[in-house]
């Protein structure tokens, strides 16, 4: 018997060699038969000679977190190679580069030798094209081995190529002669199939960063600075094809936005607060090392009150560390972004279409608070292939906040002050530059209400309980958490950001493999707002799911909670570099429960 | 009203505002500062070229000297920003509203120091922006420590000596491609209010070095900074004469040998040469001419180098004429018919 | 009956107008006459002209905390006054400059108008240095209402001016004028009264930036990078001093260290990291913006595990805030300083003695831990002036921690990995540069425990637990906390930093006026000890009192204690810029205790 | 074993060290990468030079270039620190053992965006240092955006192109105090070489800007850093043959118009001009050289100026011999009559 439509497949190659587009293809190709798919990227920090693994997880079900067990490997890397198979479950999978031999390593598991030189020299004449083109193969053996419909790939395929005849052509036959001689050789297997289904039907397949930028583009964004770094350059560079598309002026033909690569991240965030001051609405893309470097900025902007958004890909630390392995391991950090009393408004997506719906509502929030909004994604949301809903385009006009116009110059008269509080939500009236409102002079922490320069005590301790109440009314304006009660569940998880899908199937393996029913909290934003107060007070034990060491999220709960809800909390962490699964929070939550 | 007796009418610029309405709120640096002098001939220049103060954005990193936006144009907005980054502040701020004028005041430490990579690099971009560095060679709010631009084998009050060569920020921002480079003393009234008006008219990046002493740190002996020192040391390269374009052409300055500089808005700056063959269009001669004096330990002033034409930083970026900072919803976010074309592509 | 040995004066002047002299002469002359005394000085952030207060209180107790009301006002600065004199409680003291004619403000003070101009224009006859002279005018006019010694305020003008014969004259002229005037003119005053005490012998009078400049010196310091910034600058300036005095070498008269005044604070800390890996005793001194732009090293230093000292002369937040403000507010920043799970030692000295040997135990834990160590000192611990016992001589030579010598090496072998935990401690051995020990790449994340470059996931998770295990052994090598218990006590209090002198006073008030118990835990270092959670445990409330809006040290505590714990904990918070003083903490108290 | 069969000799230098012993880690970078040829040519000249390289400290920021100290000098302690941040560090090392011979390397990226600051220091401070920037004109190893010698209107794969002008570093080093600044390509093996080994010679900073192509993100028309353009527009300023002390003056050379700059360690350089009047001594003139061709679209190559005699840092602060790493309790520990002495002051 073999298993239909649930189960992961990696490729692994050196990356430079090409493999993207047929791993790419493979992906699609499951996705477009109407099976639930992800890709995920594990790469190395170089550009090429590196080893790489494709991981594609298909799951009728609709899961779309990593899974840990590899069921078929692709092994395209000598380097690799025999780890990779001797790391394998018995009974699974193995498609391999014949001179390889790894065969001989194991007498459990399922081999399936291809010689990919000899194949590719058949179909592509020119030498220097051969190793580009000989990753179409594997995809072919796999179309005959997993039952996936060729004409799929070859639409698949012409997705990925476009309009470029001869890549198609060259491409075409190798997946072609990858399939014939899975067929002449290989008996047709039964262990993995891929059969139709109707479960992608108006889903799409994006990354993280493409699904941000889109809603950077929708939500207005007008200057764009940035710097550089994995994981959070595609971001940006998604972005500046989109604006380059869709954002030019019909009439003049001239750019709405101004998009700058600066020559570092405090250059970035200088451009960012500069801009945001005078009125754009201002973002920066950047990760890790990147906030590190913003933090004194970010301070800054807290005091004088400048909207500005940030997209925090994150990836593990420090700087030099690992810029390819995958983290939420800034959330302390970000939330805390500077020297003195600081605090960040934090949102948090879970899922791609988060990435586009919260980058649009980064910058509403960040104007109507003015204050800088952090968008915490990370790389494994960010750079790996989700499905997805279609994204809803936005139902309200763009919001600036409190900026004042003619009529609300005259409303407030003299009683206008920049940082006075006149409608008892801390959030003040600002003025901008090039309008009929009043000009001022903005500096950090030296100003009284007026905006005038201070040193009085009173004043500066005033400043800071109204900044202290500012980030209370930011708990209505920020996104409440998706809360899922079951009856009857004595245990509660709350998570965040991409640990959300391994999350709920973790949730599924709880109740249907170990009896265990759990209620769910997913958090969009910092600052909390009260349902996670009542979230912990309707369940006996809670576990924070997080993917850091330092449990940083329950870190920020302990800091605002109530006592007696903390005794309530512990903590289910993964911190290997790797995406979290659902079997890792389902163990993690089983040894807590003592079982 | 009408029978109050007649008073002498007051001196107004061509917007028809006095010179008061260009000040800014009382200094509070020290009494003989150079930077107050240097804020007055800013005051100055901007009455003087009618300059309306609402579209001007002042922008200062963090020092004695970044304090002096306060100091002037009270009516325009102002941001004093943190140490060494007002470049990046203000490039963010013109893509915001690229219709503005903007004056960036640093400091030798500011600028020379944590702000060195930032200035570069806004040099390099030519950000349309009168960028000041009222220099001093000390960090006069630190309370006088060496800057990157203090002489070597100068002795700090504390006894410390400079054993570093200063840099040299006009050398620097000719070789990084600002299109204005000027420098003066603040004491020299006359040559910086031309200079800072032929700035005015300037669009790209007018970077202006402006030895600027510190009387309570930096004048003492051994520093070339002192006003002393300046005074006996102070090569003038040239007076400066501006025509400004809404003036008659008419402007009191001796004939004789000069360069006629043709401005960005078609205004004329004239330059008269000491040396005979100075042009402020070449680059090397005006790199030389920083190099042969600093050699001599003398300071060379006046404008050494200007590029009128060439493009300016926001205008590269070929921004929408309104300034982004005011676009609407419908300016900037794209129909549905873009989300579904986008999301039929992903399907 | 007048007040005796326990009052406050203040003298508010203007800045840059050379009353320095003035009042630390005051201050050393009440010192001198055996009364403990101590001075603040409250001043603006500019150089010359803006309004200065400088406050010396005197306690025969010993309290050296600011006292928050001001018995005696010396009122110099026609711009601040009349607020001055309006805000002093009845029955207070004015000293004034008589063009104010303060006298007509009130009718519940006691004035003394003293012509400053005419009596200086008398004893200094060079019109161009009166403005400096005439403040001695005060102090002869203060010794004789306090009745203080002549004598000794000529002694400790001795001491302020040096051998300075000309200043010497012209300054003990003024002092004497302003003493005669006062005798010719004002009945002898009864209201305060400093009479000679035995309080101060052994004691000095010192800045906590000089105090732990010495520290550094004798800790051994080897290179200092820093930039200037207040109020930080003084303790490495102070450094210079000491070091080009005391650590020339003396056969040949060259340096045993290296001082270089940095660009910025990002090169400042680099150049401590460079230093540090290639085996000096590097140190930077800096404030809240140093400290934000130190956070990419910062966290690179964690990962590479190289040692290094931060001094952290605190603040308020942001930039371009009030730098001549005091603050402990950079210290959940601290410790947590960088982007990715991240933790550093802090070490808290508490009064300038601790700055002192605080130094000096830094260099040995930062070379013992190999990491950074942030000793968080602050503005009003730095640059006021405190009364100290003085200081003892460390005891014990210098310890560089696990450093390979040559016999280390034959012992370890092929077996040594520069990451590796070999006892167990997870403290590892390190190699220096231009030694017998074998070399090795230092990077940040991406190694193993043989710093080979890997990107394996188990390796990286390896060392990141190791990392958290070697904070664990930092507990044992801190400063443990001290406490002082009382019978009986249900209420502990936890303070730490500046804040403990005012908190000592604080606990006389309560059990002195309010019947009230209280023990004390005095925190001297993070990670936290056992005995933390001994106190609390032995508690029904403990208050934890710092000079912070966030509560920032009882947010570190909450994310490592106990839940049952935190229930006991509460805040008492001071953050209005100004030194924290016994009453606030009183009254804070107080108020939580619903009394 | 005795009755082993005689092999030819090993090659080895003065140090009796073979070539191998010169080499680090295998290279992770793409084939064909300029940077691995500067790497081989590292190797070559510490082992020519016979340099221990137990004395060697070699130091990078981030990316492609910066990963290259993993790939030489095995025996040489290495710090992979953060991006543009290299000067810093090597700063500090050298501050803590000066004994030491520094080797940086650094991208154009990394020194010419983020780290422009700390390079425009260490240039000034004379560190004694080899700072080689692997200059590709872009990020390589965050996939090929533009860095700051990108040409002007060159274009990227992705269509976006470069508005702005590259900066030039040898020009910036030598206005900013480097007292050994030279250029060259990655794919020329012979003056890499003998510029390199000048440079191991020469005591204070050495700033080499080696162009070298980036072939994964640069190697596209339009680039004036990929191999096919450089080959081409490769002006070669001078051949340089280096006469290392400890080797016979017999160096084959062509004789011909040159000047011999006497090296630090006493060593002499011997750079044959091509243009008549070149001077390397002459800032001025090696300014000159490089707008000249710079204007023209030629990369100017040779070593452009050389000061042997500039004090730098290290000496200039003037340190006991031995580094201070090893300084004992008793050296760095005052007595205990000196804390006496001090609190006494206080009391
Ligand atoms: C990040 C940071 N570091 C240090 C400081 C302290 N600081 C304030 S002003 C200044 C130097 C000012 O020197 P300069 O720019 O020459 O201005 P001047 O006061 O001489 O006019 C420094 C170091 C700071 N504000 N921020
Ligand atoms: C603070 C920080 N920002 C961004 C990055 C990402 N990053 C890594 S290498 C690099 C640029 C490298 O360019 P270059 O120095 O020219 O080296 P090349 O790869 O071209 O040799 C960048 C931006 C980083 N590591 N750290
Ligand atoms: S300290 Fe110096 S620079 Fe600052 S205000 Fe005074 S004179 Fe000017
Ligand atoms: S990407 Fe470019 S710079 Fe990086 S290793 Fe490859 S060729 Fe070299
Ligand atoms: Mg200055
Ligand atoms: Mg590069």
């Given at each position: 018997m073999s298993v239909v439509n649930d189960f992961t497949i990696q490729v692994a190659t050196v990356n430079g060699s090409g493999s993207q587009t047929a791993n790419l293809v493979l992906l699609r190709s499951i996705f477009q038969m109407g099976v639930p798919v992800s890709g995920k990227n594990l790469f190395p920090s170089n550009i090429a000679g590196l080893p790489t693994w494709f991981t594609i997880r298909a799951n009728h079900r609709g899961y779309i977190a990593r899974k840990k067990e590899i069921d078929l490997l692709v092994a395209m890397n000598p380097e690799t190679a025999k780890e990779d198979v001797l790391s394998l479950e018995p009974g699974r999978t193995v498609v391999y580069d014949e001179p390889l031999k790894l065969n001989a390593l194991r007498d459990d598991l399922k081999f399936y030798p291809v010689p990919f030189d000899k194949i590719v020299a058949e179909v592509c004449p020119d030498a220097k094209l051969r190793r580009l083109v000989k990753n179409m193969i594997y995809d072919g053996v796999l179309a005959r081995l997993l039952s996936i419909d060729l004409a799929e790939m070859e639409k698949a395929l012409g997705k990925q190529l476009g309009k470029k005849p001869k890549a198609m052509e060259l491409n075409g036959n190798a997946l072609k002669a990858g399939f014939k001689y899975a067929s002449e050789n290989f008996e047709a297997t039964d262990a993995y199939k891929i059969e139709r289904l109707n479960k992608t039907a108006g889903q799409i397949l994006v990354e993280g960063n493409a699904a941000a930028a889109m809603g950077c583009m929708f939500g207005g964004a007008t200057v764009v600075a940035w710097y550089p770094i994995t994981p959070s350059s595609s971001l940006p560079e998604s972005l500046i094809g989109y604006l380059r598309k869709y954002r030019m002026d019909k009439q003049t033909g001239k750019a709405t936005f101004a998009v700058v690569q600066a020559e570092d991240e405090i250059a970035a965030i200088g451009m960012v607060l500069g801009a945001g001051w005078a009125g754009a609405r201002a973002m920066t893309s950047t990760s890790g090392p990147g906030i590190s470097l913003m933090s004194e900025f970010a301070g800054l902007s807290y005091y004088a009150e400048i909207p500005g958004v940030i997209f925090n890909v994150q990836r593990v630390g420090p700087s030099t560390g690992l810029p390819t392995r995958t983290a939420q391991g800034d959330i302390l950090f970000a939330a805390l972004n500077s020297h003195g009393d600081t605090r960040h408004p934090l949102l948090l997506p879970g899922s791609v279409e988060e990435c586009f719906s919260m980058a649009i509502d980064s910058f509403d929030l960040s104007e109507r608070l003015q204050t800088l909004v952090y968008v915490m994604s990370d790389l494994d949301l960010g750079m790996n292939t989700w499905m997805s809903p279609t994204f809803t385009y936005p139902d309200k006009p763009i919001d600036r906040g409190k900026v004042l116009d003619e009529a609300k110059v005259r409303e407030l008269g003299a009683s206008w002050g920049r940082y006075k509080d006149v409608d008892g939500d801390a959030v003040p009236w600002r003025s901008l530059p090039d309008t009929k409102a009043p000009s001022f002079f903005t500096r950090g922490s030296g100003h009284n209400a007026m905006a005038v320069y201070s040193e009085r005590p009173d004043d500066y301790q005033n400043n800071l309980d109204r900044l202290a109440r500012k980030f209370v009314t930011a708990k209505s304006m920020v996104p409440a958490p998706v809360v899922n009660l079951r009856n009857g569940a004595k245990i509660g998880i709350v998570a965040y950001g991409s640990s959300s899908f391994a999350t709920e199937e973790s949730r599924d393996q709880l109740r249907e493999q170990h009896g265990i029913e759990t209620s769910y909290l997913r958090l969009r934003a910092y600052p909390f707002t009260a349902d996670l107060d009542d979230f912990i007070r309707r369940h006996e034990r809670v576990y924070v799911v997080e993917q850091n060491r330092d449990a940083q999220m329950l870190g920020l709960m302990k800091m605002d909670l109530d006592a007696s809800l903390i005794t309530k909390l512990s903590s289910v962490l993964h911190y290997n570099g790797l995406p979290i699964d659902a079997r890792s929070i389902t163990d993690g939550i089983l040894a807590k429960e003592g079982k | 009203m009408s029978d109050a007796p007649s008073t002498p009418a007051k001196k107004v610029n061509r917007l028809g505002l006095d010179l008061a309405s260009y000040r800014g709120s009382k200094t509070t640096l020290c009494a003989g500062c150079g930077h107050n002098a240097i804020t007055e001939r800013i005051i100055d220049a901007f009455y003087e070229m009618g300059i309306d103060a609402k579209k001007v954005l002042k922008l200062s990193g963090i020092g004695c000297s970044s304090k002096s936006p306060a100091y002037f144009l009270n009516q325009a907005h102002g941001f004093n920003s943190v140490h060494g980054r007002m470049p990046s502040v203000a490039t963010g701020a013109m893509l915001a509203n690229a219709s503005m004028m903007a004056i960036g005041v640093s400091g030798d430490g500011d600028t020379g120091a944590i702000g060195a990579g930032q200035f570069m690099h806004l040099m390099r971009r030519n950000l349309p922006i009168i960028y000041i560095v009222e220099d001093n060679g000390c960090y006069g709010l630190t309370k006088g420590q060496f800057s990157p631009t203090a002489d070597q084998g100068s002795k700090a009050k504390n006894g410390v000596v400079n054993e570093l060569p200063p840099l040299d920020l006009c050398a620097l921002a000719i070789e990084l491609g600002a299109s204005f480079v000027a420098r003066s003393f603040s004491g020299d009234k006359k040559q910086l209010l031309s200079i800072l008006k032929a700035a005015i008219a300037h669009k790209g990046t007018c970077l202006i070095d402006v030895i600027s002493p510190c009387v309570t740190f930096n004048d003492h002996e051994g520093s070339t900074k002192s006003y002393a020192y300046v005074k006996d040391h102070d090569e003038v390269l040239g007076e400066v004469t501006f025509v400004p374009y809404?003036?008659?052409?008419?402007?009191?300055y001796e004939a004789g040998s000069t360069t006629n500089v043709k401005m960005h808005d078609g205004s004329h700056l004239y330059l008269r040469k000491i040396a005979e063959d100075y042009n402020p269009s070449d680059k090397m001669a005006a790199i030389h001419l920083l190099h042969d004096t600093a050699r001599r330990g003398e300071f060379a002033t006046g404008v050494f180098y200007i590029e009128p034409d060439k493009e300016d930083f926001t205008t590269s970026l070929n921004m929408v004429d309104t300034p982004l900072a005011f676009l609407t919803t419908e300016q900037v976010r794209p129909p549905k018919a873009v989300l579904d074309q986008l999301m039929d592509g992903l399907k």
């Open positions: - | 809404f003036e008659d052409i008419n402007v009191e």
